[in-house]
């Protein structure tokens, strides 16, 4: 039976000492200490010992157990730093090796123009409202006082996705909506795409952007819709521009005006810029239309205002000297770079 023990004494710690990982090592310790396992079994044949020879097999048997405990424990911590060591290695990062860099992107000029224009209007108390690009006839046109044979309503003006519907032609359909929906006073711009049926070339694209601006209250005269423009013009092209009002038409106000700044590249003597003229009509304007008023169930004789629709587009391509309206909407990375 002793030579048995030290038998298993001898395999136990020559498998242990080959083990090369933390599930072996258990697997052996159930197979020699384990309740099933050879130390056990070979305890359970005690009984046929003589009473001499117990104590001296049982302290034998004791002694071993606690040997290859012991090789356990130690192979176990050495098979874990093993384990790391591996796993630190595999995983072993080179914090001096150059990064990959990142290309950054940037603000697309019409962005630029628009968050600036934003800036402004918010300055002077104007909230930020957004409009539907999928307009009904009735905002597009009909609540604006367009009347039913206007020429705008012609298919080769409007791109039309149904009877009733179709894609905006100006952000003044918003007005009606913010007039119907808000409660008085009123003070808002609505920036956004807008859609003609137009030939492409170097001025003109069946997708372009306005902002709308629309203010209602008690006694607003034309004096204020020109201090509101006055004050903006200058803070886009610089203190010394000038503005000028044109007479002119629209069907939703009255009186209508289209609204020129002196050429901030020449200032005023004519250049390329403005072609010649020394001026650059950059938005209409009128006093809201009674009717208008009395059709969002605003009552004309105790409220008035105006609105204006600015072209973001002509505003961008004078600011950066570009010389054709399409290169802002054909997204050339060559182009936009230059603006980031
Ligand atoms: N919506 C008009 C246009 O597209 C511009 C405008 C807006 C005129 C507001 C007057 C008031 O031409």
């Known amino acids: 039976m002793k030579t048995k023990l030290e038998e298993i004494r001898c395999t136990a710690k020559k498998l242990l000492s080959e083990a090369e990982s933390i599930r072996e090592i258990e697997d052996l310790r ?59 290695e595999a995983e072993k990062l080179d914090v001096t090796m150059p990064g990959k860099k990142h290309e950054v992107g940037g603000l697309h000029p019409l962005n630029r123009v628009l968050e600036d224009m934003i800036d402004i209007f918010r ?18 046109f009909e609540a604006l006082n367009v009347p039913f044979d206007h020429p705008a309503r012609d298919m080769q003006d409007t791109f039309y996705l149904a009877d009733n519907l179709l894609l905006r032609t100006q952000t003044s359909a918003a007005q009606i909506r913010v007039m119907e929906n808000r409660t008085l006073p009123i003070r808002i711009i609505c920036p956004g795409r807008v859609f003609r049926a137009d030939e492409v070339d170097a001025t003109h694209s069946p997708v372009f952007h306005q902002i709308e601006g629309l203010v209602i209250d008690k006694g607003i005269t034309m004096c204020d819709l020109k201090g509101t423009l006055e004050q903006f013009a200058r803070e886009i092209y610089g203190d010394d521009t000038k503005i000028k009002f044109r007479p002119s038409f629209f069907p939703f106000t009255e009186p209508s005006v289209e609204v020129d700044v002196s050429c901030s590249e020449c200032g005023g003597k004519g250049c390329r810029v403005c072609k010649g003229s020394g001026w650059i009509e950059i938005l209409g304007a009128g006093m809201v239309h009674p009717k208008v008023l009395k059709g969002c169930g605003i009552d004309p004789d105790e409220y008035s205002g105006f609105a204006f629709g600015i072209g973001l587009d002509r505003l961008t391509t004078t600011r950066y000297k570009i010389s054709d309206i399409r290169m802002l909407f054909e997204n050339d990375l060559r182009f936009l770079k230059q603006f980031n």
Do not use: C, H, W
């Open 30 to 88: 159930v197979r020699f200490l384990g309740k099933k396992g050879e130390l056990t079994a070979i305890l359970k044949q005690m009984g046929g010992l003589s009473s001499e020879e117990r104590p001296v097999v049982g302290q034998l048997a004791n002694e071993i157990r606690g040997d290859i405990e012991e090789t356990i424990e130690s192979v176990k911590k050495t098979v874990t730093e093993k384990e790391l060591q591996l796993k630190l």
């Open 123 to 140: 300055s002077m108390g104007f909230d930020v409202v957004d409009g539907p690009e999928v307009e009904t006839d009735y905002y597009n």
